[in-house]
């Protein structure tokens, strides 16, 4: 569990793991130039004094914007800690995931950041055990998760369970379901249904619909006639979740609720029929921060998800002060209950690779978002 409160001691020490101040999250780094060893790899000269650290994105093609962004964000890590016990190497996956790390593990990297697709996940990992070299993946899909995959993303399961958590402290009690049809929505419902159980929800109704069509009208419609809910989760995006809840208002005192796909789309703060809605999302406090820092090195601004990287690179840095060299990356150390802080909030991994983070709940109004749940500051078990 995670705790909103925390002492001034206990803040000292979680940021002390973190190698981050809470008054100055992110020093500024020299100059704008990334580090050498953030670059595309050629070929790396011995190198005994730095752990080997690969980082696994696209740099070209579909997604290397993200990519770059990503690494980008790595080279802030490097400079902002000052770190000089790990070196980071990045390798482009767009010609291949598996073929860039085949490359890595001969170069002698230790530690794989990456890949950021899902689907690139099983390819690189199947080439990775053989070397028991573990992934810190930027995927956000729990079932690519294992004992040596570690998913930095935020869940489905995660965002939903926080906001049926706050929606059940402020006595919803009998909970609805909306979501499309197919894999996506499947999941979703499951992660719906195991969060409802935990706080001794009922989950009374649901309904599912065909993406890309006007079929979520009429599944609102019928969801609204069975009645006797609370609350309403809308498994999709803003924008189709806003025409749902155009005829779901009809309801009495009904609660819509969302997921962290709402996270910074206009239509949340725009739509009427979403005013008064609740989702669970990552806290942008230190992200604002960063944007800055990030401007003034890059000259443009960052993706949101280019933080996984930052923070990956933080828990890294962290680890290498016990990290023994020529020795395997001790995979044990990521499972730590304690957590790590990030610029995202604090984080921890269980055992199987999954990650629990500290999620903020906020409320869409007219013109924009209140946080009405701060995000947790610790982990208390």
């Known amino acids: 569990m995670i705790e909103a409160r925390m002492s001034r001691r206990a803040m000292t020490l979680l940021i002390g793991v973190a190698l981050i101040s809470g008054c100055n999250v992110i020093p500024k780094g020299p ?84 890949p950021l697709l899902t689907e690139e996940v099983s390819a690189v990992a199947d080439v990775a055990r053989a070397g028991k070299v573990p992934l810190i993946t930027f995927s956000n899909d729990s079932r690519v998760a294992g004992r040596d995959v570690f998913i930095m993303g935020t869940t489905q399961d995660s965002s939903i369970l926080r906001v049926v958590q706050f929606a059940h402290d402020k006595g919803v009690n009998r909970f609805a379901l909306l979501a499309p049809k197919g894999e996506f929505g499947s999941r979703a419902a499951a992660a719906y249904t195991d969060a409802v159980r935990s706080v001794g929800g009922t989950l009374v109704a649901s309904d599912n619909y065909d993406r890309g069509n006007s079929s979520v009208l009429s599944a609102a419609a019928r969801l609204r006639a069975k009645g006797g809910f609370q609350a309403v989760l809308i498994a999709d995006t803003p924008k189709i979740a806003a025409q749902a809840a155009s005829n779901l208002r009809g309801t009495k005192g009904l609660r819509i609720l969302g997921t962290d796909l709402w996270s910074g789309d206009p239509v949340v703060s725009n739509s009427a029929a979403l005013r008064g809605a609740w989702f669970a999302a990552l806290p942008d406090t230190r992200y604002r921060q960063f944007t800055s820092s990030y401007q003034s090195r890059f000259g443009g601004s960052p993706y949101r998800q280019a933080t996984m990287g930052y923070d990956a690179v933080l828990l890294t840095v962290r680890i290498a002060r016990e990290w023994r060299g020529g020795v395997p990356f001790p995979v044990n150390r990521l499972a730590d209950r304690g957590g790590f802080l990030g610029l995202d909030g604090p984080f921890r991994f269980s055992a199987n690779g999954l990650i629990e983070r500290a999620l903020e709940v906020r409320e869409t109004r007219a013109g924009g978002v209140t946080i009405v749940s701060p995000a947790p500051e610790k982990f208390v078990d």
């Open 31 to 114: 100059g704008g130039t990334p580090a050498p060893e953030a670059g595309p790899s050629d070929g790396l000269p011995p190198d005994k004094a730095r752990h080997r650290v690969a980082l696994l994105v696209p740099l070209s093609g579909p997604g290397s914007e993200l990519g770059q962004s990503i690494a980008n964000a790595t080279t802030m890590a490097i400079l902002d800690t000052n770190a000089q016990t790990v070196r980071i190497t990045t390798y482009d996956t767009s010609a291949g995931a598996a073929a860039a790390t085949s490359k890595a593990l001969q170069e002698g990297n230790r530690l794989i950041l990456g």
